[in-house]
């Protein structure tokens, strides 16, 4: 089809990226904007000198988009994005897709059944960095992923498993390609309701570890990832996009460790992404991360915050048994 007009439900941190990029998009129009805030919804409105609304039903019914952005808080995933693909939207929903499996389940159904795109907004997969790795590592061995951050009020409704690690377990998900055979995680609560730091492992059937930990209560900021392969050492930091790749080769009956720098074109991971999307929903594909792969992304993420949840129990099992 010929994709022209496109609009973002919910304009906050996030959204208002989105609909800045689709402005930027050439041969499509943003229609309109939609956020439960007025006095937000008109800065980002007028703003971009498009039209903006508080009621989702007004916006499909007036601005009458053709695909939309789903950046709404996570427990509203599920509703607005349903809405908008029986209206027979296209629809890109950020991470995590749903916070339930079946609520997956259920979009990918409405959305095969009416033949419409439902791409997942997993931005790391756009990060020029990752789609460079993703061509080069073929036997990873094992794999470490830190991401840090300060803390901030702007995510409340999810803990740290789904609002970052859920990045990184789509990230190794898709550089393993095998199932996973166990997963152990441990978390705490510091400065919020939901867990604030975690930490998992995960063994895989091809014998591949890997190992996450996340923090939204640290004060300093990093993005890396780490990946060992039997014969090199590669080091990927997703903010600057950069790619180290460490070997070690012997020379005069010594070790000397060569470093590589591999140079390739940087794009803002966003408008990749986006544009993907518009690209997808014009010549009718599946996207790079469809709701499956959120779908996967999702489960795995849940099964960490049941480990977590077993071991905050038994720590506290413990702890009573030592005080009584």
Do not use: W
């Not at 904007?33 to 009621?55: C, K």
């Not at 570890?209 to 039997?230: D, F, G, K, Q, Y």
């Not at 060569?258 to 010549?283: G, Y």
């Amino acid at each position: 089809m010929e994709l022209k007009r496109l609009g973002v439900i919910g304009v906050g941190h996030l959204g208002q990226h989105h609909a800045r990029v689709y402005t930027e998009i050439l041969g499509t129009q943003l229609v309109g904007v939609v956020d439960q805030s007025e006095s937000r919804a008109s800065v980002i409105g007028e703003t971009l000198g498009v039209p903006f609304y508080t009621n989702i039903d007004e916006f499909i019914q007036k601005a009458r988009p053709e695909a939309v952005s789903v950046v709404v808080p996570t427990s509203l995933h599920y509703e607005v994005a349903k809405k908008a693909l029986l209206s027979g939207i296209h629809v890109l929903i950020e991470k995590p897709v749903t916070t339930t499996v079946r609520e997956a389940e259920d979009l990918l159904r409405i959305a095969e059944k009416y033949d419409l795109v439902l791409q997942v907004g997993h931005i790391e997969r756009f990060n020029s960095a990752i789609q460079y790795i993703s061509k080069i590592i073929h036997d990873p061995v094992f794999l470490q992923s830190r991401r840090l951050g300060p803390y901030s009020t702007r995510i409340n409704d999810v803990g740290v498993v789904l609002d970052l690690m859920i990045h990184d377990i789509d990230i190794i998900m898709s550089l393993v390609k095998s199932d996973i055979r166990e997963i152990s995680a441990m978390g705490r609560c510091l400065r919020s309701d939901h867990e604030d730091l975690a930490t998992a492992q995960m063994s895989f059937e091809n014998g591949s570890i890997a190992h996450i930990h996340v923090s939204r209560v640290s004060e300093r900021r990093l993005r890396l990832l780490e990946i060992t392969e039997p014969q090199r050492y590669v080091t990927v930091n997703y903010e600057t996009q950069d790619v180290s790749i460490h070997r070690c080769v012997k020379e005069d009956n010594s070790l000397i460790e060569v470093i590589e720098h591999p140079v390739f074109p940087k794009s803002e991971p966003l408008k990749l992404e986006l544009q993907h999307f518009v690209s997808c929903v014009r010549e009718g594909k599946q996207p790079l991360v469809g709701i499956s792969d959120g779908k996967r992304a999702l489960e795995v993420a849940i099964s960490v915050l049941k480990q977590i949840h077993i071991a905050e129990s038994r720590s506290n099992k413990i702890h009573q048994e030592q005080t009584s």
